[in-house]
T-cell receptor
Framework: GAGVSQSPSNKVTEKGKDVELRCDPI?????LYWYRQSLGQGLEFLIY????????KSGLPSDRFSAERTGGSVSTLTIQRTQQEDSAVYLC??????????????FGPGTRLLVL | AQSVTQPDIHITVSEGASLELRCNYS??????LFWYVQSPGQGLQLLLK??????LVQGIKGFEAEFKRSQSSFNLRKPSVHWSDAAEYFC???????????FGAGTRLAVHP
């Protein structure tokens, strides 16, 4: 596709339920990132995938959060037993990652999650 | 620890006026620096970036930014603001081999006609 796409655009869930957020990166981009944008914490890095390497999970806030990337393309961020503090906009980004540091990351429109 | 500070949470300017958004960073080496813009309901769009070389960087939409090592700053400027520039602006730093971005808190820009 022309850009990074994310689905759903909005998600409302009840506390304690699990949610899955999807990201389709730009075709050919090998690096994929998840960030979270919330009122209290601003924009925070969550997790990074690069090719077949082990992901960098250093930003995941708890073990309720997990992510996978299938076939080096689509990624799913899963939040188990959601809490109200998980309410935020979840942004996905991708980059070419040809080895140059500081490559431009292209962001998707985000998924707005509201936990009631 | 690495950090990015945007001291101005909100800025209001008149259309046609000049603009400067401040950004300071804390990092041991020369970082990779970025400015992103986020319009309401939209994702982040890259305005410009600095890696090395000329410290004055030109970006899209008429924006420019200047890297000043001595001040650990990377301020964003535009000589004449348009109403469509109203948005939130984020300064970010990339570090490490994985390029994960550290963002500032953002500056929300309002433009008066």
């Amino acid at each position: 596709g022309a850009g990074v796409s994310q689905s759903p655009s909005n998600k409302v869930t009840e506390k304690g339920k699990d949610v899955e957020l999807r990201c389709d990166p730009i075709s050919g981009h090998t690096a994929l990132y998840w960030y979270r944008q919330s009122l209290g914490q601003g924009l925070e890095f969550l997790i990074y995938f690069q090719g077949n390497s082990a992901p960098d999970k250093s930003g995941l806030p708890s073990d309720r959060f997990s992510a996978e990337r299938t076939g080096g393309s689509v990624s799913t961020l899963t939040i188990q037993r959601t809490q109200q503090e998980d309410s935020a906009v979840y942004l996905c980004a991708s980059s070419l990652a040809r080895g140059g540091a500081g490559e431009t990351q292209y962001f998707g429109p985000g998924t707005r999650l509201l936990v009631l | 620890a690495q950090s990015v500070t945007q001291p101005d949470i909100h800025i209001t300017v008149s259309e046609g006026a000049s603009l400067e958004l401040r950004c300071n960073y804390s990092y041991g080496a020369t970082p990779y620096l970025f400015w992103y813009v986020q319009s309401p309901g939209q994702g982040l769009q890259l305005l410009l970036k600095y890696f090395s070389g000329d410290t004055l960087v030109q970006g899209i939409k008429g924006f420019e930014a200047e890297f000043k090592r001595s001040q650990s700053s990377f301020n964003l400027r535009k000589p004449s603001v348009h109403w469509s520039d109203a948005a939130e602006y984020f300064c970010a730093v990339a570090f490490g081999g994985y390029n994960k971005l550290i963002f500032g808190a953002g500056t929300r820009l309002a433009v008066h006609p």
